[in-house]
Structures are given as structure tokens and as C-alpha cells.
């Protein structure tokens, strides 16, 4: 057997894992193509916020593709990776020339107010509620503790990591799948998605 023939069944494998649920080759994907993500990313970018932010979005973009079984060819899975890479930051790009060329074409005498009215402002702290309370419905204490820290408390990523034990992949991949379960128990509770 040679090595290629055996690469292309680990892939194999790794796909046929991920359809069937498992979270650690949901993992091993992130661990495996993660540096050569964030290189093609930030080629593109060339921002290091943007480029966190783009990766993790192409895992996003990736494990949902590979969970519903979209990708026909999964010993191609590194070209797909690729692909979304690029894609990814290519989109981001052109996000921020859109959200540029916004700014500077409008005429600030015909902007609406953009202060949030009085019934915005309470529909705001509604919501800010029940997220609240979601998080602490929450099954996994960790899932409690990350998604407060984060997003409520907006602690810095790097404190969470040094205090949780995580590297920036692993705290990236953690939350990740809390905010999937929140977005369940959200949902079911009735919010919107």
C-alpha cells in the first residue's frame, strides 16, 4: 500500500466520522488543516483579527458541509478545505469594500436617527434576558462558563484559554459547539435562530 492511497482513507474516514456524529474527527479536521487555513486566509486578508475570524467561519462552513454529506469526493477533503478558505476570505473582502463604499456614499442629512427607540431599547434588554437565562439552562458547566465569559462578560480570549487550559484551536472548536447547543436551547425555548 502506498502513501498516498492511505492518505486519501484517512481522509475518507475522517469524512465518513463526521457524518456519523463524531466530535472528535470534527476536531482532527481543525487540527489538521488549521495552520494552512489561517496562511491562505491571511494571504488574502492580511489582518490578523480578520483572519480568526475567517478561519473560524471556514470551520464553520466545512463541518456543516461534511455533516450533511455535501462533499461527493471526501478523499478531496484538503482541496475542499482550501476552497472554502478562500472563498471565506474572498467574501470578507468584499463584505468590507461593500460596508466601505457605504459610508462614504451616504449623505448624513438623510440618514435616520440611529439611536435605537425607547421600544428597541426594551425589546434589547428582553432579549439580553432570555440569552442570559439560555446560558444558565445550559447542560455543560464549561458551555456555561465560556459563553458568559465571552460574550457577556467579554473577557479576552487569551484569559479564557490560560484559565480554562485551552489553546486558541481548542477554545475555538469548544465554543464552537456551545454555541450550537445554546442556538438549540434557544430555539426551542422560542427565539429566533
Do not use: W
Not at 457577556?152 to 456551545?178: H, M, P, S
Request: hydrophobic share 35%; proline share 3%; glycine share 4%.
Amino acid at each position: 500500500m502506498n502513501v498516498v492511497s492511505t492518505a486519501s482513507e484517512e481522509l475518507v474516514d475522517i469524512v465518513r466520522r463526521i457524518i456519523a456524529g463524531d466530535p472528535a474527527a470534527e476536531d482532527e479536521v481543525v487540527r489538521r488543516y488549521e495552520h494552512g487555513v489561517a496562511v491562505i486566509i491571511d494571504h488574502i486578508v492580511r489582518s490578523q483579527s480578520a483572519t480568526e475570524d475567517a478561519s473560524q467561519e471556514t470551520f464553520r462552513i466545512v463541518i456543516e458541509k461534511l455533516r450533511r454529506g455535501n462533499l461527493r469526493q471526501p478523499e478531496r477533503l484538503s482541496g475542499f478545505v482550501c476552497s472554502v478558505a478562500r472563498n471565506t476570505a474572498i467574501e470578507h473582502i468584499r463584505r468590507a469594500k461593500r460596508s466601505n463604499s457605504r459610508e462614504e456614499s451616504g449623505d448624513a442629512e438623510r440618514l435616520p436617527d440611529s439611536a435605537p427607540s425607547q421600544l428597541d431599547q426594551i425589546l434589547t434588554k428582553e432579549r439580553a434576558k432570555v440569552v442570559r437565562q439560555t446560558i444558565l439552562e445550559l447542560n455543560v458547566e464549561r458551555d456555561r462558563d465560556l459563553l458568559f465569559r465571552y460574550y457577556v462578560a467579554e473577557e479576552d480570549k487569551d484569559r479564557i484559554c490560560l484559565d480554562l487550559g485551552l489553546t486558541r484551536a481548542q477554545f475555538n472548536n469548544v465554543i464552537y459547539r456551545a454555541l450550537a447547543r445554546f442556538k438549540e436551547l434557544y430555539v426551542r425555548k422560542g427565539g429566533k435562530p
